[in-house]
């Protein structure tokens, strides 16, 4: 009877770890910054968004299906390039929260360009920046929506989100 008991609490012990351990393992946000060849980045126009501001979306899907890697805050180093030239627009991240997105395949995340939708218009062929990696991002260059104008000379970003 001890055996049997001992046998059993063993076995839930060993059992319990590995269903735990499994658990954790899937569970378990990547440490590993995303770099530029993990990351593929699409821009699209936000058909919502609040009255006086119109968005750009930064669309961030994994490369590959075994893509496991983490992306925080807010691109940096953004420019937009029209005609080979860099437009001069200023960028300011918006200041919100900023937590680790796990990018994995089937698994995007966004961040948004904003714009006042009253200010003069510019039509970038490019947007490129660093992706939002920590301090040291990989730098990314986007083909910007055919047509869609940039307004203003100033934009904000928003960090990296679900």
Not at 38 to 59: F, I, N
Request: contains cysteine.
């Amino acid at each position: 009877m001890k055996r049997t008991g001992t046998a059993l609490i063993a076995g839930g012990l060993v059992a319990g770890g590995l269903v735990l351990g499994a658990g954790s393992a899937n569970a378990m946000p990547s440490d590993h910054p995303c770099a530029a060849s993990d990351v593929r980045v699409t821009v699209a126009p936000d058909p919502s968004h609040s009255a006086g501001h119109e968005a750009y979306v930064l669309t961030y899907t994994a490369a590959s299906p075994a893509t496991n890697c983490k992306l925080e805050g807010a691109p940096t180093a953004v420019s937009f390039l029209s005609g080979g030239r860099r437009l001069p627009v200023a960028v300011t991240p918006d200041g919100s929260e900023v937590l680790p997105v796990n990018l994995r395949d089937g698994h995007p995340a966004v961040s948004r360009i904003v714009q006042r939708a009253a200010a003069a218009p510019a039509t970038p062929d490019f947007v490129t920046f660093d992706l939002p990696t920590g301090p040291y991002g990989q730098p990314v260059s986007v083909a910007w929506p055919a047509g869609a104008p940039l307004k203003g000379d100033a934009v904000v970003v928003t960090p990296v989100g679900n």
